[in-house]
């Protein structure tokens, strides 16, 4: 069993011509003791991931789970 499940994660912000799309069907699995690197170009979504694991944002869809 993983130490974080992050499963079908999607995050859409309002934009001025309708919905901006951050992150969509994000899934991944981080066990006990692993260490996890995000990279990426700049506005991929790193930082969406990350607040919305830390349970500052709310993902627009999907969940995550800690220990279970």
């Known amino acids: 069993m993983a130490h974080l499940e992050v499963r ?5 912000f309002k934009g001025r011509s309708g919905p901006i799309t951050a992150l969509e069907n994000v ?26 694991i830390a349970g500052l944002t709310e993902p627009t869809e999907g969940v995550v789970y800690v220990d279970g």
Do not use: H, P, R, Y
């Open 8 to 12: 079908s994660v999607t995050k859409a």
């Open 27 to 52: 899934d991944l699995d981080v066990g006990l003791g692993e260490f996890v690197c995000l990279v990426g170009a700049s506005g991929g979504g790193k930082s969406t991931i990350l607040n919305i």
